[in-house]
């Protein structure tokens, strides 16, 4: 199967780093996406990572790939407001073809 | 040119009616994709394009009737839709290989 899980909902006080955790079963994935969704509006690209990589580090976004148990995990250092959204994980191959996103992380960022 | 556009960002259609949506972009990219999103739900592949010609159909009804007139667009024909099809529909863009980046979507309700 192509199941890929999220937890539901993740809320976390601004300043403090919030940690989006997704788990996958297709271990012929190339590549893993996490993809940020606001409200009504479509999905933006925030970083991808390789799964001959353990991790990467872009800006505030620091990305964890613990291949051996399909776990894939998202930081956000200094959350802001600005961050709250959805947050999807998604796996592909990387060549034109599906991507098969995770169930979505509601991220509630509070003052 | 750095995005996907897609055309109209809203729309209401009978049962009856016959529409298309639109998506465009300039990035050089060969590969167009069409996603369907429930409300609450991760986007679902409907169809890819690679080189204009179409390389994944999933099982999609023939309601639903993709076009790639050139490598810079994507067209959706929508033909005697329910109502159960009332989602967002989104498009996205890649070289053959690598990420997909999406536009903003058209949100569709069939009455």
């Known amino acids: 199967g192509e199941d890929v899980e999220q937890s539901l909902f993740l809320s976390v006080r601004e300043g403090d780093s919030s940690v989006i955790n997704c788990t996958y079963t297709?271990?012929?994935?190339?590549?893993l996406y996490w993809y940020k969704q606001e409200p009504g509006a479509g999905l933006q690209l925030l970083t991808y990572?390789?799964?001959?990589?353990d991790m990467k580090q872009d800006q505030r976004l620091t990305v964890l790939l613990n291949k051996k148990d399909k776990h894939l995990s998202l930081r956000i250092a200094d959350t802001q407001t600005g961050d709250s959204a959805i947050y999807f994980c998604?796996?592909?191959?990387?060549?034109?073809?599906?991507?098969?996103f995770g169930t979505g992380t509601r991220l509630q960022v509070t003052l | 040119d750095t995005e996907v556009t897609q055309t109209p960002k809203h729309l209401v259609m009978g049962m009856t009616n016959k529409k298309s949506l639109k998506c465009e972009q300039h990035?050089?990219?060969?590969?167009m994709y069409w996603y369907k999103q429930k409300a609450k739900k991760p986007p679902e592949l409907m169809f890819v394009?690679?080189?204009?010609?179409?390389?994944i159909n999933e099982s999609v009804p023939s309601r639903f009737s993709p076009e790639c007139p050139n490598s810079s667009l994507l067209n959706l024909h929508l033909h005697a839709l329910q109502p159960e099809d009332s989602a967002l529909y989104l498009c996205?863009?890649?070289?053959?290989?690598?990420?997909?980046?999406f536009g903003p979507g058209t949100r569709l309700t069939v009455l």
């Open positions: 998604a796996e592909g191959t990387g060549t034109a073809s599906k991507l098969t």
């Open positions: 394009y690679s080189y204009e010609k179409l390389s």
């Open positions: 990035m050089g990219h060969r590969a």
């Open positions: 297709d271990s012929s994935s190339t590549y």
């Open positions: 996205a863009s890649s070289f053959p290989e690598g990420e997909q980046f």
């Open positions: 990572i390789f799964s001959n990589m």
